[in-house]
């Protein structure tokens, strides 16, 4: 499919889509703070803040991916990956975060390299997250 395609043609853009929840954060609402640091560029900022919503989350899942975004965006390709693995760990993951924690996992596991088995791992999971999305 399509989002197979690009994550081979292009396997260092990673999806660092940092799952927002709206553009301006309330105050005292970390998950927020932390996707307004993100999206400017202040990952040190945005680190703390997510740390801060694990604490106090109903979505461990969210926060987890989140962190797992700031963790690729600073090329901790293996923290990023334990995030991603996390967030997919959530029961009650979304199916959209189930599908982008997928891919970007299986981009992580390319940016690490490794064995052939990594890269075939990577490959079944750009696999996975398109039939997660119905990309065919």
Request: aromatic share 6%.
């Amino acid at each position: 499919g399509k989002l197979v395609a690009r994550a081979m043609t292009r396997p260092a853009a990673i999806l660092f889509a940092v799952l927002a929840v709206s553009a301006a954060p309330p105050p005292g609402d970390p998950v927020r703070a932390g996707l307004a640091a993100f999206a400017a560029g202040d990952l040190a900022a945005a680190e703390r803040h997510f740390e801060a919503a694990a604490e106090h989350t109903a979505d461990p899942g969210l926060v987890a991916f989140n962190r797992a975004a700031v963790a690729a965006r600073r090329s901790d390709w293996r923290a990023a990956e334990v995030g991603y693995l996390q967030a997919l760990d959530d029961a009650e993951c979304p199916p959209r975060r189930r599908a982008e924690a997928t891919y970007n996992r299986g981009v992580c596991l390319l940016h690490r390299g490794g064995p052939a088995a990594a890269y075939r791992t990577a490959i079944d999971l750009f696999a996975s997250a398109a039939e997660q999305l119905g990309d065919d």
